[in-house]
């Protein structure tokens, strides 16, 4: 939004004020950038296949080897080769493809 900022003063102002006002204006988009770059990038991801990595489920059948648990509402198919009941609860350790690996257990 800055960098529209910027050009549009540049355009609109008279002659000493537009390049004044461009050069602020790239030096706070910079400064906004720099910002934000030290702010986000320790943060972990909130999204995506990683973030199961050792969640608790809980199994909806029988998985001996394969069946099927549940994780925040939806349901996975999943291999455990050490075996759960249903209703028992999982932590995962992976996931292959749309299939989770699990181990009996609650979350770590």
């Known amino acids: ?5 910027a050009f549009l003063l540049l355009f609109v102002l008279s002659s000493p004020w537009n390049l004044i006002a461009f050069v602020g204006v790239i030096v706070l988009w910079f400064g906004e950038l720099t910002f934000w770059h030290r702010r986000v990038r320790h943060l972990q991801p909130s999204v995506g ?8 489920a809980v199994a909806l059948s029988p998985c001996r080897p394969r069946g099927q648990v549940r994780l925040d509402g939806e349901t996975w198919n999943a291999h455990c080769v050490a075996g759960v009941d249903a209703g028992e609860p999982v932590r995962i350790v992976r996931r292959e493809r749309l299939t989770l690996v699990v181990e009996p257990g609650p979350p770590a």
């Open 49 to 56: 296949a990683q973030t199961m990595i050792g969640r608790g």
């Open 1 to 5: 939004m800055l960098i529209i900022v």
